[in-house]
């Protein structure tokens, strides 16, 4: 039980870590080759609990299916152009990232 309730505290700070940002705000994460797109399937906050627990199973599977992935040059360009609205978490050394506008 003590398990769970822990798990749950680490879902409610990677919750309130996680914030609305603008794309262009995230260019230097980029560019650093830190920032890891997460697809619109998967929820945000999940993936970046599974990463703070170093589920690396699960983070394996996302990753071959594509599901998380690095900002390909293309994307990141799309939603410069767009001025886009993003979720994103940190979750050292990477910078998590979904499209706002198709969360809400």
């Known amino acids: ?4 309730e822990q798990q749950e505290i680490l879902r409610a700070k990677v919750n309130l870590e996680t914030s609305r940002i603008a794309w262009k705000e995230l ?3 980029f560019a650093s080759g830190a920032a890891l797109a997460v697809s619109s399937k998967l929820d945000l906050i999940e993936v970046a609990y599974q990463m703070s627990a170093d589920n690396k199973a699960q983070v394996a ?11 390909a040059d293309e994307q990141a360009a799309a939603w410069y152009e ?6 994103a978490v940190v979750i050292s050394p990477w910078v998590l990232v979904q499209q706002a506008d198709l969360m809400d």
């Open 82 to 87: 767009a001025d886009a609205d993003m979720w």
């Open 61 to 71: 599977q996302w990753l071959q299916e594509g599901a998380l992935a690095k900002v």
């Open 27 to 29: 260019q230097r994460f």
């Open 1 to 4: 039980m003590i398990h769970t």
